[in-house]
């Protein structure tokens, strides 16, 4: 099956012989569960035989959407976790286990994840070093100097909207038996699987594309067999599961994520042209235009015509209180802080996504107090840039 009827089918509808089939997975709101003799609990405790004991483990409604998003991410297996940060420190721990402590990250990635590094890792002794994850010459020069255990990176950076070639880098990765992890919110399914790029871990904010409508705060850990299991491990210990009412919710949203994300797509390029020529822009950061830095990564690696429905602009000679004048015009376009919604979302990096990076290094990484970052949703295109103008004006 195609991505489109992956995203309808897979998970749902498992049989059981002479009982009547749920067409939705059903809500299984129990902690624990049990069986007809102690032999079977010991089995499944055991891993003997598959079934449900405790919900911190497993739940039906958590692994009908992780057999979902496997399918859609092609890997080999996924934790879905409380939150999207759940989810990637969960892939780090797992990745570091048994790697040297030190991972190479991207230098143009979101706010929390240098936070999740420095405040978090780093007091555990993890070192970090950070690299433009474009320049290949770059990569390769920190990889030989710092022998790192994880290399870190985002599919599409936030909110610069840069592209690594995640092939290339995933060879380097394995050269040195370091493991890639890639942060695919940006992306998503649709765009990119970077476990068949040769990533080792493709991580998600389920929050965003995935589930689609504002409704849950959720993560996906997707793994390939060589690190699925130590995934599987460190969740049992450390619990960060999305309970079954978040799982129903993302499970519902994906059966419509791939119209969605069409329509993004499609409207993402008529935003980002339209604000291309505007007079009041200084300039315009998307993958499908023509003076984009990464355009023929993008082509290389994107399906034809697809760019992803991110993008973000400067206002020009806008300072603070300008932009905070254009966000308080806004009609229909929400000014919130999140992305991949069904609505069209703009957001102010300087004040969220990056307020936590230091001003000077925003300033080195060109995130300037200027730039805007947009979430491009479904609505009728004419209505986002009518909005956008007038906020403009």
Known sequence: MNLNSKAVHTGDRKRVPG????????????ASFFYDSM?????????EMHGYAYSRYDNPTNAALEELVTALEGAHGTLATA??????QIALTAALVDRKKHVLAAN????????????????????????????LDAVAAA????????????????????????????????????????????????????????????VHSATKYLSGHGDVVGGFVCSDAAHHEAVR?????????????????????????????????????GVA???????KVAKVYFPGLPDHPDRATTARLFPAGKFGAMLSFEIAGAEKQDIFQFFDRLKMVVPATSLGDVHTMALYPDIAS??????????????????????????????????FDQALA
């Open 19 to 30: 009982q009547a089939t749920p067409v939705a997975t059903p809500i299984y709101a129990s």
């Open 39 to 47: 032999e079977s609990i010991d089995k499944v405790f055991a891993h």
């Open 83 to 88: 939150s999207g940060m759940s989810a990637l």
């Open 108 to 135: 143009a990635i979101y706010g929390a994840t240098v936070k999740l590094l420095q405040q978090v890792f780093e007091p555990f002794g993890t070192t970090n070093t950070l690299v433009d994850i474009c320049d």
């Open 143 to 202: 990889i030989a100097a710092e022998k790192p255990g994880v290399i870190l990176m985002e599919s599409i950076s936030n909110p610069l909207l840069r592209i690594g070639q995640i092939d290339k880098i995933a060879e380097m990765a394995r050269a040195v038996g370091a493991c890639l992890i890639v942060d695919n919110t940006f992306a998503s399914p649709a765009l990119l699987r970077p476990l068949e790029l040769g990533a080792h871990i493709s």
């Open 233 to 269: 491990g460190l969740s049992r210990i450390y619990g960060p599961i999305l309970g079954p009412f978040e799982c129903f919710l993302s499970m519902r949203g994906i059966k419509t994520y791939p119209l969605r994300i069409e329509r993004q797509n499609q409207n993402a390029i």
């Open 273 to 279: 042209q339209h604000l291309s020529r505007h007079p």
């Open 354 to 387: 990056h307020r936590d990076i230091p001003p000077k290094q925003r300033a080195r990484l060109g995130i300037h107090p200027n730039l805007v970052r947009v979430s491009v949703g479904i609505e009728d295109l004419a209505d986002i840039l009518a909005d």
